[in-house]
């Protein structure tokens, strides 16, 4: 088991893209979620699949648990989403010793572009690049499982109400 630290930032401008060192196609698509838990699987790229199972109230720390498995299960899975299919392009980037991913969101939250930076510990502090804007770490609707389980496009500014 690992504990996931991570805090979650809006992104702002264009900057960042001249950061990124590489990126992968995401599909994503959550089996149940509540407020305390969740099984979300996850494709990659079309070429690599993972099941994901999270457990823990707090949006910056949560016990994780996540497996590879073949992508043709991952596919069948999907058809059993609780809600929307996320659809999104993770970018990565390094800054000053931490590694920042970028989503970029396609599907029904195209516009919305969302950084996460994940941390050994609570008390990390991480410098934040420029183009990081608004803090949304405790902001539940900015949580994938949100994103996907609930109809937060209209609310959010982003996409299509669904």
């Known amino acids: 088991m690992a504990t996931e630290i991570e805090r979650k930032f809006l992104v ?12 992968a196609q995401m599909i994503q698509a959550y089996l149940f979620s ?5 099984m979300r699987v996850r494709i990659e790229n ?3 699949a993972t099941l994901c199972i999270k457990f823990g109230a707090s949006p910056l720390f949560r016990d994780e648990f996540e497996y590879p ?12 989403a609780s809600g929307a ?6 970018y990565l980037s390094h800054f000053q010793g931490y590694l ?10 195209a516009g919305l572009i969302v ?16 183009w990081v804007g608004l803090e949304v770490t405790h902001d539940r609707r900015y949580s994938n499982a ?3 389980t609930r109809n937060m496009a209209g609310e959010l500014g982003h996409g299509p109400a669904i």
């Open 34 to 38: 509540a407020p305390d838990r969740s």
């Open 115 to 130: 950084a996460e930076v994940e941390m050994d510990s609570t008390e990390d502090n991480p410098p934040l690049p420029a």
């Open 69 to 80: 498995i073949p992508v043709a299960d991952a596919k069948e899975l999907v058809v059993h």
């Open 85 to 90: 299919v996320i659809e999104k392009t993770r």
């Open 100 to 109: 920042w991913e970028i989503d970029v969101y396609g599907g029904v939250y």
């Open 46 to 48: 079309d070429s690599r």
């Open 146 to 148: 949100m994103l996907a």
């Open 12 to 23: 702002v401008g264009e900057s960042w893209r001249e950061e990124t060192m590489s990126h």
